[in-house]
């Protein structure tokens, strides 16, 4: 009777819980309707199974024992809500009379995950909300993770997850893949919440750098389920290539992109010894099989021009007028104010810094740029290649008032303390 | 007991600040950068901030419908602005005290008259304990 305890360490549990948890929760949302309660029942499950399995080993089919487990809270709530509500436990406890989950249901495990996706990316949340939510229902961190990535407290974190949930209620989003009409607009919503998350990881250098850059990896983790679980053929895919080649692109760079102290080191000057050789070539790949299927869009044009930048061996080898042709596309694409600022630095690399700076003046009059620090540090770059030293340090300065961000207003005052000494 | 150290400045010290020299800038950001950590790694720093430039500072009231009215300036030539602050838990005000005076003591170009004053004040806790 006795069966030897199969060993299991503890990261690679983490690891193999973690990707279960949105099929689990998945299933028991389908099950049981209420969000809410399925996600306290899996959290729940995910604890009894950290405890059970290092001490009496993994069992043979961990997602079964996991739904298992969850399906029991489930009926447990549904029991002590009874007393409250009589009429409509029937119903529910009803439901509980099958608990074990059906081969049906293993089968559409993979589709749940994307299915959960599409319910916390719902377009009705707030990004902040749909970014908690997606790390905590897919993703299966902690609250207490989720709330230190995000520098904020632990209540603060727990509060806007239970909003969220609960506007996830309220509006009554059902719990189904979207119509073929609305996959598209859809998917783009899941993508953005996937780009927002890697974003918060990586362009932060203040605050426990580790935490913040597990993020990054998190958003990196869930968009390759995504790009794995999207049918072949859907035009839409060729988008989610895009995303995840972004990410590696722009992830190569790390160690390169921040010194000892915590300081900004610009593209051109980052030591490209440093970059992560294996990670651009997977997004390279990714890129060079996705662009020919013919359904352009934005990542994919953003990972394009990172992938010009990755292969450069020097920054001086750098091809600006592929990348110019490329920002073209996508300024003609997105009315993002900030595309059309790096358009303007392409054009200067290409053909001048003039050019450039007569771009950038037809920018000004664009509300969204207004008292935008992006807009003088542009300037004052442009002015430096120009050879207006005195004009790029007031710019350079300027934008050093506007910043939100402090390693950026070190980095710009340096700038424009390295140009008035050369001025002198 | 936890105490906030508060660094302010008027108008006038954030414009001398982005004029000074490269090294000096350099100087200040990895004694911060150094401070920050050491703070942290000796277990008293409960939270720090810098705060943006107060270029966008706005002052804002409730109007009499409660919505809010926003001042943008211009502010008196000696308004004082909240540039940073740490907030420490520590044994007693002496040894708040002394870590501001490590923080008055960052550096700042030579011929600098002074130190940077820290304003210190103490957080209220919660109720006393008998009143629990």
Known sequence: MTREPLEVPADQLGRLLRELTPQVLGTVVRRFRDFAAAEDAVQEALLAAAMHWPREGQPDNPRAWLTQVAFRRMADHIRSESARRRRESEVALEATHTAEPTVFETALQEDDTLVLLFMCCHPALTPASAIALTLRAVGGLTTAEIAHAFLVPEPTMAQRISRAKQSIKNSGIPFQLPTAEERAERLRAVLHVLYLIFNEGYTSSVGPDLRRGDLSHEAMRLTRIVHHLQPPNQPEGTEVAGLLALMLLTDARRLARTGAGGELIPLAEQDRALWDRKEIAEGVALISDALPKGSVGPYQLQAAIAAVHDEAAQAGDTDWPQILALYDLLRRMSGNPMVALNHAIAAAMVHGATKGLELLDALKADARLADHHRLDAVQAHLLELSGDREGAVSHYRAAAGKTGSLPERNYLLTQAARLSSEHD | ?132
């Not at chain 2, 939270?47 to 919505?67: C, F, H, M, N, Y």
């Open chain 2, 1 to 132: 007991m936890k105490y906030i150290l508060m660094m302010n400045a008027t108008k006038a010290d954030f414009d001398w600040y982005a004029k000074w020299p490269k090294e000096d800038l350099q100087a200040n950001f990895a004694f911060m950068h150094a401070f920050n950590k050491e703070l942290k790694d000796s277990g008293v720093l409960v939270a720090t901030e810098g705060l943006a430039w107060p270029d966008q500072a706005k002052i804002v009231r409730a109007g009499s419908d409660g919505a809010p009215v926003i001042t943008d300036g211009p502010f008196p030539e000696a308004k004082e602005f909240l540039a940073g602050y740490w907030i420490v838990d520590v044994e007693g005000p002496e040894q708040a005290y002394r870590i501001a005076a490590r923080a008055s003591a960052a550096p700042a170009p030579e011929g600098t008259e002074g130190t940077m004053p820290i304003e210190v004040r103490q957080v209220m806790s919660g109720p006393p304990e008998e009143l629990l």
